[in-house]
């Protein structure tokens, strides 16, 4: 009996080696091939886009969609492919995030702006006088703590950031004339939700929810007084026709777009693969900054144009009025810092800036 339990302790304590050694063998292949990809794999990414298509290279947005597609395909030698969705065929705007947190969806671009309240450092992005112009806030972005707060923030929740692209001159698009903080107390204004309630508050504005699509109609019926928007909307949605006042400056002259990859698609790629999109893109953000500044020259000669053509009149207000339109939004900002101490931070390090600025 004693010869007998001896042999079954035999059997077992080698079935339990043999067991041990296929775990072994399990994970060093496993990390074999993260050192050495299959070069014949190829990965196909879906990138989603909210907006129309855009091939114009003049038009920043080029470059974080086409120009970014064909670089990552040629110098990964086809091994990525990326399809481009547009017009939010996979994912509209407010379901985005999650899709790329989920890995619905591959890539995505957006204004991180509207994920506001699922990520409070989003809102840094299209937030009111953080920069005087697109450079000074790509320089803030990357060489201050900004940029490591958001990225760190977004890949926390399931998106790793992969670029930016700026747009120059947002601010008030109206049709009833505006020159002090005063004016626009009872204006009737299109929304952009989340903080900016709070700034409408402080400036008196009644906010109003209305589509894109929409805009033109509502202006040129005198169902709003007018939109905080990009003075490209108008030329994009011709809203020079409808527009009678253009407010300068604007509160915004660095609107962002944000790519972002899903962390689940980041981990099924080989590091050298994430090593050429990571690099592509910081390229692509280059050469799309340089378009913004190209960009807003031009953005500006159309407003030349709309003046003359369309009786479009660009009211210039005071350096008091200026003073008192980033004095209505330091509640905004306070808001803001309130959400995270990373958001703290940023508010911080904007203030010391602009602090900075002052005594150069």
Known sequence: MKKFKSVIHRV?????ILALTACGSNATSSEKGSESPDKGKVYNLKFNIPYPDNQDP?????????????EIEKRSEGRVKIELYFNGQLAQVPEMLDALSSGTIDIGYATASYYGDLVPEG?????PYWAKDVQEAYDLWNNTEIGEIYNKAFKEYG??????????????????????????????MVTMGGLYNSWYEELGI?????????????????????????????????????????????????????MFISNKTLEKLPKDLQDIIFGVSKEAELKALDATKKDKDKVLQDL??????????VIKLSEEEQQKFVESVQPMWDKFASLSKGNAKIIEIIRNNIEEKKKE
């Open 58 to 70: 003049n038009n920043p947005r080029y470059y974080a969609m086409h120009w970014f597609k064909e």
């Open 123 to 127: 809102f840094i992005t299209y937030f």
């Open 206 to 258: 009644n906010g109003v929810e209305i589509p894109h699509s929409d805009w033109y109609d509502a202006l040129s019926r005198g169902i709003i007084d007018g939109i905080p928007t990009g003075f490209q909307a108008l030329t994009i949605f011709k809203l020079n026709e409808v527009v009678k006042y253009v407010i300068d400056p604007p509160f915004v002259d660095a609107q962002m777009g944000n």
């Open 159 to 188: 998106a790793t950031p992969l670029l930016n692209t700026y747009a120059a001159l947002g601010g008030w698009l109206v049709n009833k004339p505006v020159h002090s903080v005063e004016d626009m107390n009872g204006l009737l």
């Open 304 to 313: 030349k144009n709309y003046q003359k053509k369309n009786g479009i009149e």
């Open 12 to 16: 077992i304590l080698l079935m339990s």
